[in-house]
């Protein structure tokens, strides 16, 4: 079982540049979500999606852009890379469940220049 | 504004007890998270509590007062393997996580 694969692991871009960041999960879950984490910061929700063909905002939307391509796959694109979007990016999933625990991917390390 | 305190950075020795504190201010609650994570990896779920009380599993345990606002992981029998960082999460109103920081424990021999 694979459970949350994230590609790509590591990332340079310049800014202005665009990239896709791919996710996919095994698990046969609903909800699906994209964090970015910061150093001295908690994870900040990005995007969110509660099942196929559904995505809504997080906390800090601004910039990217998600899809969800089915019920394996969540996308997150950045149109236009910027400084500022320098960080660690984890893709996570979960039940529809009331204890909600999230299954989180290895990260992808993402640096803009 | 919503917030989750924990502290920064904890030193702890092999073998000893140690607790990490975690308070919170959100809106509405449902449900307290528990997650470990290793330097460089993924966070891995650890617990889960949403009633008051003491959650026990193994040499983790997590406690939950809502009407204090406070939780608590206390981690027994220290191990190497342990030093990573502890993040505390809550669930609002709208079943929305709410992060900490994390606190970075460090087991010494």
């Known amino acids: 079982n694979a459970g949350v694969t994230q590609t790509p692991k590591f990332r340079v871009l310049k800014t202005g540049q665009s990239m896709t960041l791919l996710c996919a999960q095994d698990?046969?879950?609903?909800?699906m979500y994209w964090y970015r984490q910061d150093p001295g910061m908690g994870l900040r929700l990005i995007h969110y999606?509660?099942?196929?063909?559904?995505?809504a905002k997080g906390e800090v939307p601004d910039g990217y852009n998600v899809s969800r391509l089915n019920k394996r796959e969540f996308s997150l694109r950045l149109e236009s890379a910027a400084p500022s979007q320098t960080s660690v990016y984890f893709c996570?999933?979960?039940?529809?469940?009331?204890?909600?625990?999230?299954?989180f991917g290895e990260g992808s390390r993402l640096t803009v220049l | 504004g919503q917030n989750i305190d924990q502290p920064t950075e904890m030193t702890a020795t092999e073998g000893a007890i140690v607790q990490i504190n975690c308070t919170y201010q959100?809106?509405?609650?449902?449900?307290l998270f528990w997650y470990q994570q290793h330097a460089g990896e993924a966070p891995t779920f650890l617990s889960y509590?949403?009633l008051d009380g003491l959650e026990e599993k193994g040499r983790f345990s997590s406690f939950l007062s809502r009407s204090k606002g406070y939780s608590y992981l206390l981690l027994k029998e220290l191990q190497m393997k342990d030093s990573a960082s502890y993040l505390c999460?809550?669930?609002?109103?709208?079943?929305?996580?709410?992060w900490g920081a994390g606190t970075k424990l460090i087991i010494k021999p």
């Open positions: 996570a999933s979960s039940y529809r469940d009331d204890t909600g625990e999230l299954f």
């Open positions: 698990m046969n879950h609903e909800y």
């Open positions: 999606s509660v099942g196929e063909g559904t995505t």
């Open positions: 959100t809106s509405g609650f449902n449900g």
């Open positions: 509590n949403v």
């Open positions: 999460a809550v669930r609002d109103s709208n079943y929305q996580l709410i």
